[in-house]
């Protein structure tokens, strides 16, 4: 009787299979990590950048010096958003007693999920009681979309 030593072909490969699907599982865990880490600090962004321009502005009876160069600079926020997009603020064409942010650059999943996130203190979260996100736009293939949210009065 001859006696066998080691591991067959066939467990090896079980051993590959399983390593394959942990490291596919820890991938998904990874990229969901890298979406929520983007839209927080899109959240963290736009609350400062709000913050900012109310603070500059604050005093003038409208927003309609809203000068990008000029609120970016003094509010020390890059106008670059984490999607490779940037940051715009304007005038509400409507009321200048608003301001718009607008997040560009955004890929279609992205769009879709910044615009169901409650941007709160936001006119449309506000007059909507807060059954609306607040944010706007239209999300469509490729990175070229934009969300856009009012504040003011």
């Known amino acids: 009787m001859r006696q066998e030593s080691?591991?067959?072909?066939?467990?090896?490969?079980?051993?590959?299979?399983?390593?394959?699907?942990?490291?596919?599982?820890?991938?998904?865990l990874i990229s969901t990590a890298f979406h929520t880490q983007k839209r927080a600090r899109v959240t963290d962004d736009v609350a400062n950048i709000v913050t900012g321009v109310r603070s500059l502005l604050g005093?003038?009876?409208?927003?309609s010096n809203i000068d990008n160069s000029t609120i970016f600079g003094a509010i020390a926020v890059s106008n670059k958003n984490p999607y490779g997009g940037t940051?715009?603020?304007?005038?509400?064409a409507s009321?200048?007693?608003r301001f718009i942010v607008s997040i560009n650059g955004l890929s279609k999943s992205d769009c879709e999920g910044l615009l169901m996130k409650a941007w709160t203190d936001s006119i449309g979260y506000e007059e909507s009681n807060h059954k609306d996100s607040g944010a706007t736009g239209k999300c469509v293939d490729g990175n070229k979309n934009v969300v856009s949210i009012t504040y003011g009065e």
Do not use: K, P
């Open 87 to 92: 940051y715009e603020l304007a005038v509400d």
């Open 6 to 28: 080691g591991r067959s072909m066939i467990e090896m490969i079980g051993v590959l299979a399983i390593m394959a699907i942990i490291t596919a599982g820890a991938f998904a």
């Open 95 to 97: 009321n200048s007693r």
């Open 59 to 63: 005093e003038y009876d409208d927003f």
